[in-house]
């Protein structure tokens, strides 16, 4: 990403048609950011502001956000300043990633009074802070005292003052940059010397085919056009105001920053919040497939251990046909097997009578046969186990927010996870299934874990109806939603039951496909478990473009 100063000010140029308009609502939707809904050229725009540390950005966003019930005491502030305020002007400070609002409005007793909005772009400095036209701060989103912080104190009643950055020329104010380099290092140099030029801003004017300062012309003649563009290069991402030599073709283009913004944020800060939530979760479905492979290996050692059981068998029938040739008191017999007609040295213990020794053989024929079964069942039941898991696994890479709850609730309900205090039941009018149209305008529903797998397999789908799984891949039920699926139905299908599984990011991936009727659930299997006949195997490429195509808006 580089929302540096230069993408600071381009994105100030796309939002001044803002400006005589009328601030109608603000909404705080998390402790970071702040939208403001802005009545401009007859229509409502939603400006949002995010002190975020990782998405610090401003921009115009399409995208609803909860509105908590409960204001917290900052956007309590903000509201009684600046709602009903006209903006005056968007400024920002130099080519820096510091930008000022200013709002004009009246107080409570109808007197015309100036506010001005603060929102500095700083990564983990972020911060949005309100002053009046004296500068003096009446609230900001994040509070410095002097105890925190030495260098300025952010806090209410506390005169504004600008974040000590380094004394940086501006770039729109020079016209040759060679006088700034005296080292080898021109990047380093560059990169210190030059107010709102981020890593990537360097590089690009770096790869001119020209000496430095032509170099830094031909770079500022190219930031006067302005085309939002994409770069997902795993594993990593950039957007910027303009294509990039140095990073080749763009993924994808848009029309305006602010559709470019929403795009990169609305995915990364989905899975910023579902990673967090399901950090927990992720960490304990670990934790468990260690376990039970650990376990795995052990019950496996145990079984081959029951090799012997034959061999204990045999001694014990071998001492009870000879009793009369031995004595208590030795410690080893020669006698014939007389399954192979072969001599064997059968050890024994010379504390024991022959008959103890004989049983004392039994006992471990027997010991070994039942420890033979229970490790056989063990390990067929610690493999379905860790199938179970490593579905889990893979369906943390592909499940949405909403989704987390239900598989927290699935592994409360098998026992792998202990139950919260009044944990109710899920029901089946609570569960969601994510919903698709095929291109041939068919609904295709799709089960992101295994109660979802579940209830669509058992409960919605009918008989009739086609149902599709990844062949010997975890991954989720997906099914058609019709008696007579078209061939782009059934190829549509197919690539979202390949998206939607552990071989999503694979290419020619193996899907099954059966009737509904054919789709079983063992009696006492985990979630999601399903065996299945008369199947046909259809190979796919997932691409998460395709699968975007498909989704119900």
Do not use: C
């Given at each position: 990403m580089a929302f540096d100063g230069l993408f600071t000010s381009k994105i100030l140029e796309e939002l001044q048609f803002l400006v005589s308009g009328r601030i109608n609502k603000i909404t705080q939707p998390d402790s970071q950011t702040v939208i403001l809904t802005v009545r401009s050229n007859r229509k409502?725009?939603?400006?949002?502001?995010?002190?975020?540390?990782?998405?610090?950005?401003?921009?115009?966003?399409a995208s609803k956000a909860p509105n908590p019930f409960d204001p917290p005491m900052f956007l309590r502030v903000l509201r009684k300043h600046l709602e009903g305020g006209i903006i005056k002007l968007f400024?920002?400070?130099?080519?820096?990633?510091?930008?000022?609002?200013?709002?004009d409005n009246t107080n409570e007793i109808g007197d015309r009074v100036k506010r001005r909005l603060i929102i500095e772009l700083m990564g983990k400095h972020s911060n949005i802070i309100l002053t009046d036209q004296g500068n003096k701060i009446l609230d900001s989103m994040k509070h410095l005292t002097p105890n925190t912080n030495a260098a300025r104190t952010i806090m209410p009643g506390f005169q504004y003052e600008e974040p000590p950055t380094a004394q940086k020329k501006n770039p729109y104010e020079l016209d040759k940059i060679s006088d700034l380099i005296d080292s080898d290092n021109v990047r380093r140099q560059l990169l210190n010397q030059l107010e709102g030029f981020s890593p990537l801003a360097i590089d690009e004017l770096i790869a001119q085919d020209a000496d430095i300062d032509q170099a830094f012309q031909i770079f500022m003649h190219k930031t006067r056009d302005i085309q939002p563009v994409y770069y997902n290069q795993p594993p990593k991402e950039y957007f910027y105001f303009m294509p990039l030599e140095t990073l080749g073709s763009p993924d994808q283009m848009f029309n305006t920053l602010s559709e470019l913004l929403d795009h990169y944020f609305n995915e990364r800060g989905e899975r910023e919040r579902i990673k967090s939530r399901s950090i927990d979760l992720s960490r304990h479905i670990t934790q468990l497939?260690?376990?039970?492979?650990?376990?795995?290996?052990?019950?496996?050692?145990?079984?081959e251990e029951t090799n012997t059981m034959d061999d204990a068998q045999l001694y014990g029938e071998l001492i009870t046909a000879n009793m009369y040739q031995l004595k208590q008191g030795m410690s080893e017999f020669e006698a014939l097997n007389y399954y192979t007609n072969e001599q064997v040295t059968i050890p024994l213990n010379p504390r024991k009578t022959p008959a103890q020794n004989a049983q004392h053989y039994y006992k471990q024929y027997n010991k070994l046969k039942t420890r033979q079964v229970h490790a056989a069942n063990q390990i067929e039941e610690t493999k379905r186990e860790i199938d179970y898991l490593e579905t889990l696994e893979g369906?943390?890479?592909?499940?949405?927010y909403d989704d987390i709850e239900g598989m927290r609730e699935e592994l409360m309900e098998q026992g792998l996870l202990?139950?919260?205090q009044k944990q109710k039941q899920k029901s089946n009018d609570k569960i969601k299934l994510e919903k698709y149209q095929s291109a041939d305008g068919t609904e295709i529903l799709v089960g992101k874990n295994n109660?979802?797998?579940?209830?669509?397999?058992?409960?919605?789908?009918?008989?009739?109806?086609t149902w599709f799984h990844t062949k010997d891949i975890p991954g989720s039920h997906v099914v058609?939603?019709?008696?007579?699926?078209?061939?782009?139905?059934?190829?549509?299908a197919a690539l979202l039951a390949a998206y939607y599984s552990k071989a999503g990011q694979s290419a020619t991936v193996p899907v099954d496909y059966t009737l509904i009727k054919h789709v079983h659930k063992p009696s006492g299997a985990k979630p999601g478990f399903v065996t299945y006949t008369d199947q046909s195997t259809i190979y796919v490429d997932p691409a998460k473009e395709a699968v975007d195509q498909l989704r119900v808006k």
């Amino acid at each position: 990403m580089a929302f540096d100063g230069l993408f600071t000010s381009k994105i100030l140029e796309e939002l001044q048609f803002l400006v005589s308009g009328r601030i109608n609502k603000i909404t705080q939707p998390d402790s970071q950011t702040v939208i403001l809904t802005v009545r401009s050229n007859r229509k409502n725009q939603q400006l949002m502001i995010s002190a975020h540390p990782n998405f610090a950005r401003l921009h115009l966003t399409a995208s609803k956000a909860p509105n908590p019930f409960d204001p917290p005491m900052f956007l309590r502030v903000l509201r009684k300043h600046l709602e009903g305020g006209i903006i005056k002007l968007f400024r920002q400070h130099g080519n820096d990633r510091i930008v000022f609002i200013d709002i004009d409005n009246t107080n409570e007793i109808g007197d015309r009074v100036k506010r001005r909005l603060i929102i500095e772009l700083m990564g983990k400095h972020s911060n949005i802070i309100l002053t009046d036209q004296g500068n003096k701060i009446l609230d900001s989103m994040k509070h410095l005292t002097p105890n925190t912080n030495a260098a300025r104190t952010i806090m209410p009643g506390f005169q504004y003052e600008e974040p000590p950055t380094a004394q940086k020329k501006n770039p729109y104010e020079l016209d040759k940059i060679s006088d700034l380099i005296d080292s080898d290092n021109v990047r380093r140099q560059l990169l210190n010397q030059l107010e709102g030029f981020s890593p990537l801003a360097i590089d690009e004017l770096i790869a001119q085919d020209a000496d430095i300062d032509q170099a830094f012309q031909i770079f500022m003649h190219k930031t006067r056009d302005i085309q939002p563009v994409y770069y997902n290069q795993p594993p990593k991402e950039y957007f910027y105001f303009m294509p990039l030599e140095t990073l080749g073709s763009p993924d994808q283009m848009f029309n305006t920053l602010s559709e470019l913004l929403d795009h990169y944020f609305n995915e990364r800060g989905e899975r910023e919040r579902i990673k967090s939530r399901s950090i927990d979760l992720s960490r304990h479905i670990t934790q468990l497939l260690q376990k039970d492979r650990k376990k795995l290996t052990k019950l496996i050692h145990e079984l081959e251990e029951t090799n012997t059981m034959d061999d204990a068998q045999l001694y014990g029938e071998l001492i009870t046909a000879n009793m009369y040739q031995l004595k208590q008191g030795m410690s080893e017999f020669e006698a014939l097997n007389y399954y192979t007609n072969e001599q064997v040295t059968i050890p024994l213990n010379p504390r024991k009578t022959p008959a103890q020794n004989a049983q004392h053989y039994y006992k471990q024929y027997n010991k070994l046969k039942t420890r033979q079964v229970h490790a056989a069942n063990q390990i067929e039941e610690t493999k379905r186990e860790i199938d179970y898991l490593e579905t889990l696994e893979g369906q943390l890479s592909y499940i949405t927010y909403d989704d987390i709850e239900g598989m927290r609730e699935e592994l409360m309900e098998q026992g792998l996870l202990r139950k919260r205090q009044k944990q109710k039941q899920k029901s089946n009018d609570k569960i969601k299934l994510e919903k698709y149209q095929s291109a041939d305008g068919t609904e295709i529903l799709v089960g992101k874990n295994n109660l979802q797998n579940d209830y669509l397999t058992h409960k919605v789908a009918r008989k009739d109806y086609t149902w599709f799984h990844t062949k010997d891949i975890p991954g989720s039920h997906v099914v058609i939603m019709s008696k007579e699926p078209s061939d782009q139905d059934m190829m549509d299908a197919a690539l979202l039951a390949a998206y939607y599984s552990k071989a999503g990011q694979s290419a020619t991936v193996p899907v099954d496909y059966t009737l509904i009727k054919h789709v079983h659930k063992p009696s006492g299997a985990k979630p999601g478990f399903v065996t299945y006949t008369d199947q046909s195997t259809i190979y796919v490429d997932p691409a998460k473009e395709a699968v975007d195509q498909l989704r119900v808006k």
